[in-house]
Nanobody
Framework: QVQLVESGGGLVQAGGSLRLSCAAS????????MAWFRQAPGKEREFVAG????????YYAHSVKGRFTISRDNAKNTLYLQLNSLKPEDTAVYYC???????????????WGRGTQVTVSS
């Protein structure tokens, strides 16, 4: 049974930082491109960042590039997202996903976590 469990969300002031983690189990972690998505109230789920199985390639949405950093520790089956210089518009539920035939669209991903809330106050 595949499980992706996110943690690390919370309430932070604008300009602050958070580090999200996603612990994976029940899948061969090193065979998956992994990604972070987010969904704000009333909006569609959107791609935030992705990382290749080896960690050698990373991809970011334009809105977060230069502020967020995706990484992974294959020895620990864990995915991370470092969020810096947070803005109120970053407020959303953040989801970890295991890519399938792609990883930048929700429909392309095979497995999902339940999400962790990030709230940025102004």
């Amino acid at each position: 049974q595949v499980q992706l469990v996110e943690s690390g969300g919370g309430l932070v002031q604008a300009g602050g930082s958070l580090r999200l983690s996603c612990a994976a189990s029940g899948l061969t972690f090193t065979t998956y491109t992994m990604a972070w998505f987010r969904q704000a109230p009333g909006k569609e789920r959107e791609f935030v960042a992705g990382i290749s199985w080896s960690g050698s390639s990373t991809y970011y949405a334009h809105s977060v590039k230069g502020r967020f950093t995706i990484s992974r520790d294959n020895a620990k089956n864990t995915l991370y997202l470092q969020l810096n210089s947070l803005k109120p518009e970053d407020t959303a539920v953040y989801y970890c996903a295991a890519g399938g035939h792609g990883f930048t669209l929700p429909t392309e991903c095979d497995y999902w976590g339940r999400g962790t809330q990030v709230t940025v106050s102004s």
